[in-house]
C-alpha cells in the first residue's frame, strides 16, 4: 500500500512542467550577479509583493535568520511568539547568528495587539535593558495550525513598532496560502511589514528556496549576510527556475489544498481516538487533539501502519498537511484508512 503522505507540504516533488523549466533555465553564477533566472525570480516576487527588492535564499530558515540578523544588533532583545518558527525549530540560530536575545510572548493567534504588547516593552533610556529593535511575526501560524494572522492587528502592529522606531518581520513560509484563503493581495498583507521570507518549498511545492523581500537596503545587507553564511549559491537559475515555475502557476491552487484540509478535518470529526474541529481549518493545515490515555507519537504510528504519514508536534497534537502531491482522491483515501483506527 503507498502510504498518503500528510506531514507536511514540503514533501512534493516537481511537477513535469516545473522540471522542464528548470532543465531549460537559462543560468549564470549568482554569486557574480549573473544568474538571470535568479534575478527575475527575485524582481517578480518583490513586485508581486510591493517592495523594492527580494534575495533567492536556499530555505525558510535562512530568510529569517538573514532578515534578524540585518535588522538587530548583538544584545538586542526581539519580541516574537512563544511558538514561532524562529523559535521553536530553528536550532537557537537567533542567539547564535544574531546574538539576541527573546521575549516571548503568548497569544491565541500570534502576536497579541498592541495593547498587550505595551507592557512587553522595555525602557531604552535606562542602560540596564536590552534594546528592542525588532517584532517578529509569522503568517500564516504553523504551530497554531495554520492560522491566518489577522489583517487589522498586522497593521496595528507595524504601527506600534513604527512609532518606536522597530521594525517587523514576518516569517511568510506561508503567506501564499494566508493570501489565497483570506482573498487578500500578498501585497496588501505585507504593505506595512519592513521584512518578509516567503518560501517556494513549502504549499507551492518548488524543490529548493525562499527569499527575503523588503526595501532595496535590507536586501543589500541580506546579500551580504547570505554569503556569510554560505548561502551564496553559483548556478542556482536551476532551483530558482522551480521557484519561478511555483509563483506562476501554483498560488492559485493553494485553495484545493485548504478545502481538501477542511474535507480532511470533516471526515475525522468526531473520532474517539482523535479530536479534530473542522471549524478550526482556516488554510492547509489540520490539528488533531490526542485525549488523555492516547501517545501522539503511538497514534502516529499507528496511523502510519494504516497508510496515512502525519506527524506528531508534541505528545498531545498531531498534524496533517494538504498539498500539491495529495490532492482529493488522496485525502478522500486517508479518511477512509484512518476512520476505523480512530473511532
Ligand atoms: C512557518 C515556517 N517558517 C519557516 C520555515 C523554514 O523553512 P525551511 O524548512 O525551508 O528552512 C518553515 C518550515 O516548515 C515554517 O513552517
Known amino acids: 500500500m503507498q502510504p498518503i503522505d500528510l506531514r507536511s507540504d514540503t514533501v512534493t516533488r516537481p511537477t513535469a512542467a516545473m522540471r522542464e523549466a528548470m532543465a531549460t533555465a537559462e543560468v549564470g553564477d549568482d554569486v557574480w550577479g549573473d544568474d538571470p533566472t535568479v534575478i527575475e525570480l527575485e524582481r ?70 498592541p495593547d498587550q504588547l505595551e507592557p512587553w516593552l522595555r525602557d531604552p533610556a535606562d542602560e540596564h535593558h536590552a534594546r ?17 494572522f489577522p489583517q487589522d492587528r498586522i497593521d496595528a502592529i507595524a504601527a506600534f513598532a513604527h512609532e518606536r522606531g522597530m521594525r517587523l ?3 511568510g513560509a ?14 496588501r498583507i505585507v504593505r506595512d511589514v519592513d521584512s518578509v521570507s ?23 545587507t541580506a546579500r551580504r549576510n547570505r554569503k556569510l553564511l554560505g548561502g551564496g549559491m553559483r548556478q542556482a537559475g536551476i532551483i530558482a527556475a522551480g521557484a519561478l515555475h511555483a509563483v506562476r502557476h501554483h498560488v492559485d491552487r493553494l485553495a484545493d489544498d485548504h478545502a481538501n484540509a477542511r474535507a480532511l478535518a470533516e471526515g475525522l ?15 492547509n ?11 501522539a507519537a503511538a497514534l502516529v504510528a499507528e496511523m502510519a501502519e494504516a497508510g ?33 483506527l480512530l473511532q
Open 285 to 295: 493545515i489540520v490539528f488533531g487533539a490526542v485525549p488523555a490515555g492516547e501517545n
Open 169 to 171: 518581520h514576518m516569517d
Open 44 to 113: 517578480e516576487v518583490a513586485a508581486m509583493l510591493g517592495k523594492q527588492a527580494a534575495l533567492y535564499v536556499p530555505s525558510g530558515t535562512m530568510g529569517n535568520q538573514i532578515a534578524i540578523r540585518c535588522q538587530t544588533r548583538p544584545g538586542d532583545e526581539i519580541l516574537v511568539h512563544e511558538l514561532a518558527h524562529v523559535i521553536v525549530h530553528e536550532a537557537g540560530g537567533v542567539a547564535v547568528l544574531s546574538s539576541v536575545q527573546t521575549r516571548m510572548i503568548a497569544g491565541e493567534r500570534g502576536l497579541p495587539g
Open 132 to 148: 528592542q529593535h525588532l517584532i517578529c511575526i509569522e503568517n500564516t501560524i504553523g504551530e497554531q495550525g495554520g492560522l491566518i
Open 308 to 340: 496515512v504519514l502525519c506527524a506528531d508536534l508534541s505528545p498531545r497534537t498531531v498534524r496533517f498537511v494538504t498539498h500539491l502531491d495529495a490532492g482529493e482522491q488522496a485525502v478522500s483515501a486517508a479518511v477512509e484508512r484512518l476512520q476505523p
Open 174 to 187: 506561508r503567506l501564499w496560502n494566508a493570501a489565497v484563503a483570506s482573498g487578500s493581495d500578498p501585497a
Open 198 to 220: 516567503v518560501c517556494f518549498s513549502k504549499g507551492l511545492g518548488a524543490p529548493v528556496g525562499s527569499a527575503v523581500v523588503g526595501d532595496a537596503n535590507l536586501i543589500e
Open 269 to 283: 470529526a468526531g473520532s474517539r481516538r482523535l479530536q479534530v474541529d473542522p471549524g478550526s481549518v482556516e488554510t
